[in-house]
């Protein structure tokens, strides 16, 4: 008999940091067919998912809510959205770092909410902690720092555009220099191979090229790794699906982001698709310009190596 509680209808508070996607993350399931509101104050929360006249929900729903909400509890709010009958509730919490959020208000010229006279960082500080029960109580955490927002639109695709049979399989690569991948479940350093951008006809290249992934298939090291590497995913990722993880993410981190960790992730996305699996590509640093200033010097390379 199949569980009751799968076939109603979801009810999604989507929630965190002010300046991290909110308002993306709405107009992406609106698109996708949920009923969305924004800033909804909580004495309402209620009534906007049965209406009037209690009527049962068939749609999925989702209510933004922040430091901005009227009435909004952060370690209250949990209790009340489990109270309401006749959905699931879920709890997404978005994410982003300071210096990210930061920028975006400075590039906005928009006010914090809770520093309207203030810095925003001061304003980013307290919200942190005034939001932090919430952010343990979530079923999902979404960091977009390192999120273009059509990138967001396509995790939010994958995660609430319909029911997940499979778990969503996400091979990334980024440059360490740029810093570490934040959305990584496993990470896997290439710097032990010889670096690409210290060679000029490859420097302006990218690990989508071929001449790229030649150079770095002739390190010796090279086959070997991703033999392994491999080989232990394959065994990991139905594993991680019989644990209950909807979500996979495997990063690939070379120096720059832009040679070695590439053509690992491209030809480890293959070999996984070979395999059966229908893993999603994604390059973070790869339209980020050559940099002679980040990467190692072709001795630290070789000292790496050894």
Known sequence: MADPAKSLPRLLLVTGMSGAGKSTVLDALEDMGWDCVDNLPTAMLHDFVHGERQEQRSVPIAVGMDVRSRGFDPTALPSQLRAIEGVTPEILYLDCAGTELIRRYDETRRRHPLAPDRPAEDGISRERGATSPLRQM???????????????????????????????????????????????????????VDNPHWIEELRPLTGLDQAV??????????????????????????????????????????????HRSVAAATEMAKRLRDAGFSPIVRHRDLASPPSDTIEESPRRSRARAK
């Not at 555009?161 to 290439?190: C, H, K, M, N, Y």
Request: with cysteine; aromatic share 10%; proline share 3%.
């Open 138 to 192: 979530a079923d999902t955490v979404l960091d977009t720092t390192d999120l273009r927002p059509t990138e967001l639109r396509d995790e939010l695709r994958c995660r609430y555009g319909g029911e997940v049979d499979q778990l969503v399989l996400t091979i990334s690569s980024f440059g360490f220099a740029r810093g570490i991948s934040r959305t990584a479940d496993l990470v896997f350093d290439l710097r032990f």
């Open 213 to 258: 992934q030649d150079h770095c298939r002739r390190d010796s090291a090279w086959s070997p790794t991703l033999d392994q590497v491999e080989a232990l995913l394959q065994n990991l990722i139905p594993r991680y699906w019989a644990a209950g993880k909807s979500y996979l993410t495997v990063a690939f981190g070379c120096t720059g982001g832009r």
